[in-house]
Nanobody, 114 residues
Framework: QVQLVESGGGLVQPGGSLRLSCQAS????????MSWYRQAPGKQRGLVAS???????NYADSVKGRFTISRDNAKNTVYLQMNSLKPEDTAVYSC????????WGQGTQVTVSS
């Protein structure tokens, strides 16, 4: 059974930082492109960042220079370090694993507010 379990969300003040984690099980993690998506209320889900099996990364323009995606294949875990957070970063963040199939985590809420 494939599982993607996110953690690390919460409430943070503008300018603050959070680190999201997504631990995968049931897949050959090192083969998968791992991504973080987010969905704010009333908006479509969109790509935040992705990292390939070879550790090439891609970021949405809105988070470039503030967010960093990384992976630890030994721990089957992908991370999203989020710095200089803004209120507009408030959303449910979901982990995605993509290779021959797509798998999704349940999502974790990130709220940026004073």
């Amino acid at each position: 059974q494939v599982q993607l379990v996110e953690s690390g969300g919460g409430l943070v003040q503008p300018g603050g930082s959070l680190r999201l984690s997504c631990q995968a099980s049931g897949i050959a993690f090192n083969l998968y492109i791992m991504s973080w998506y987010r969905q704010a209320p009333g908006k479509q889900r969109g790509l935040v960042a992705s990292i390939t099996s070879g550790a090439s990364t891609n970021y949405a323009d809105s988070v470039k220079g503030r967010f960093t995606i990384s992976r630890d294949n030994a721990k089957n875990t992908v991370y999203l370090q989020m710095n200089s957070l803004k209120p507009e970063d408030t959303a449910v963040y979901s982990c995605n694993a993509c290779w021959k199939k797509d798998y999704w985590g349940q999502g974790t809420q990130v709220t940026v507010s004073s």
